[in-house]
């Protein structure tokens, strides 16, 4: 599962005259109920706004767009994330990471207009939700996240919401914005896992849901069952995306969005530093894929084809000279040239590595049809869809 937390004040009262009432209809199936109304319309303004604060008080969007120049899109459902987002595999979950370094990449992030986190309970065990809750809290930060678990430990509606509770509690929050299933569970009825996450949005601790790792197919099972049986239906899937990895979000979701709104938060941008250009000679010592838990990792940069994607890096620097910006800089602001990406999660475990991979914003422009072009007649893979072949 997958749980985001948006930049709202924690201190707001949910019951009460305090509450926001929505003054618009909400996109879920039907009617919901007015309880969950007014809960999702603090969700909107929040993330609209930044936070629930004094007028004088100039909100997150406010005071680092035009400083760092992040740009904010809006979520299929949601309103307003930033462009790039922050995962914690790497962050938050590093045994080799102290809690320090966490704080200052978290920081760096915050700091440069991210406002959305991503983390997941079967990161170190839990670890990384509480160094993540123990950020915010100390940073007095109200804002945006993910989380996500193994969708094997649903156990139906009651069993999740106990997970998900035990989650809220490491993240020293009283609820999350989106909550992901992580890889479909073919053991379990689709109607058990949206009526699960319609049961914990219901009860106030997400606001919306999510897929990780869905078909198509399978996506679009659940919103037919959310459809009848007047359940809430999932608003985005997470998708790897970069430029080895192309066919579900450029063809799959973009039709998906079209159909019934669901868009897409991808991930590793990067695969998983494969593209970083540090691989062009083969694994050094010091390098993520030389450990041996990444033995994986390594075995495909050594493959023929992992040979073969790394003379087309090197066929793409240039064009990443030219622009001047570093290949990763080129590979991320390539994944944001996709308007229907609404956020990029990037992953770091220094800081040096995340401040050049958010310098991405700035490469971001450069982007132009030509140069896009250029690029995919290097890699050679761009997919086609129905109105590719129609043409």
Sequence with gaps: MQVSIACTDHNLKRNGEERLISKQNTTAPNVVNAARAKFRTVAIIARSLGTFTPQHHISLKESTAKQTGMKYRGAAGCSLVSMLGLGSWDTLSCVSIPPQVAEQLMTIAYESGVNLFDTAEV???GKAEVILGNILKK?????????PAPLAWLGGPWGFGEWLKASLQRLQLEY??????NRPDNNTPMEEIVRAMTHVINQGMAMYWGTSRWSAMEIMEAYSVARQFNMIPPVCEQAEYHLFQREKVEVQLPELYHKIGVGAMTWSPLACGIISGKYGNGVPESSRASLKCYQWLKEKIISEEGRKQQGKLKDLSPIA???GCTLPQLAVAWCLRNEGVSSVLLGSSNPEQLIENLGAIQV?????????????N????KPYSKKDYRS
């Design 123 to 125: 990161y170190a065990a």
């Design 139 to 147: 940073k007095g930060w109200r804002y945006s996240m993910a989380s």
């Design 176 to 181: 999350v914005d989106v909550v992901f299933a």
């Design 321 to 323: 000279e030219r622009l």
């Design 364 to 376: 971001l422009p450069k982007m132009t049809s030509h140069i896009v072009n250029e690029i995919d």
């Design 378 to 381: 290097i890699l050679g893979n």
